[in-house]
Structure formats: structure tokens, C-alpha cells
């Protein structure tokens, strides 16, 4: 869906991207990581922690949002 690439990967960490910045997404594996973390109740869980999106307008913004939103309800009908 981004096309994005692996910038840097490894068994804790993975950083991809789909533009000229470093990295646009990080992933992170917590049992490596913190494998005596504190949030037991926690580990193995699959989420998002948060993400943000650069865009030149708010127009950008809204077309971007009708793009992905079609692209979405496609994939999933």
C-alpha cells in the first residue's frame, strides 16, 4: 500500500520507507527488546502505537484519505 522499502533491519528492529526521509515506519519487537519487560499482560500482542502523515495541503490530506479509503473497501470486498 506505500511501497514502502526496508531501510535497516533486525531481530528487534525494522525501519522502512517510502520517500526521502530515513525512515517512515518503525517496528519493533518488544521480546527482544525487553524480554523481562513489566507488561506481561501485553507481550505478543499486535498493534499500532501511532503514525503521522506529511502532506503539502489539506487538499493532499483529504484526497489522500478518499484514495486510501477506495483502496481499502476494495481489498476488502
Not at 48 to 75: I, P, W
Amino acid at each position: 500500500m506505500f511501497d514502502a522499502e526496508v531501510q535497516h533491519h533486525n531481530s528487534a528492529l525494522a525501519f522502512l520507507t517510502h520517500d526521502d526521509e530515513q525512515h517512515r515506519f518503525a517496528f519493533v519487537n518488544l521480546e527482544v527488546l525487553q524480554p523481562d519487560g513489566n507488561e506481561t499482560d501485553k507481550r505478543g500482542l499486535i498493534g499500532v502505537d501511532h503514525f503521522t502523515y506529511t502532506q503539502a495541503s489539506l487538499k493532499d490530506l483529504l484526497d489522500n484519505y478518499v484514495h486510501t479509503k477506495a483502496k481499502v473497501r476494495r481489498s476488502v470486498h
